[in-house]
């Protein structure tokens, strides 16, 4: 497995049989890919579809049916389609469970950066800001540090931000980590790493029990 689908696996796991959920743009689409069979669970898009499925085939690639991302995509049985009108009252009125997005930057308290490189062209926030407040529950997932060995889990974001304290959850292709009130707990180690190992790649302090799972995944 490379580390996105290292990432998608586990971020599968934080959804529950029954869950209306939202996937950002760029890696979390791959979680769709990843639903256990043994799951009822309803996939969200800004864009205006209610009950996505997983990337098409070659043969099943239907140009007119795409996600938020502008990415092809497959719709399950019983699914439903409406304007952006409709998909951001769903988010803005609490009936998203979980949303798992993407991150440049994530703080030790929660606030979230992953919309702008400052430099670049961007078109815009998109949906993330209506997400992040009003999803259930925010995780983010993304690589540890960046292409210059960097940590991308930090005291303080450097970048915009998307939302201040609105993380509860950080899945890397390392360690996952919970946001608490204490600062950042680390909750698991990937294969392959030592809780020494994710300290050191990682800005913050981190709050280390006796109950963190390694070689979780």
Known sequence: MNNRE?????????????????????MPTMVANYISENKS???????????IGPYPKETEVDPDLINAGKETVTAIKGASYFDSAESFAMIRGGHVDIAILGGMEVSENGDLANWMIPGKMIKGMGGAMDLVHGAKKIIVIMEHVNKSGQSKILKNCSLPLTGKGVVHRIITDRAVLDVTEQG???AEVAAGYTVEDIQECTDPDLIIDENVKTDAY
């Open 6 to 26: 290292k990432i998608a696996r586990r971020a599968e796991k934080e959804i529950e049989n029954g869950f209306y959920v939202n996937l950002g743009i760029g």
């Open 184 to 186: 950042l707990k680390l």
């Open 41 to 51: 669970v309803v996939l969200q898009s800004e864009n205006g579809l209610l009950g």
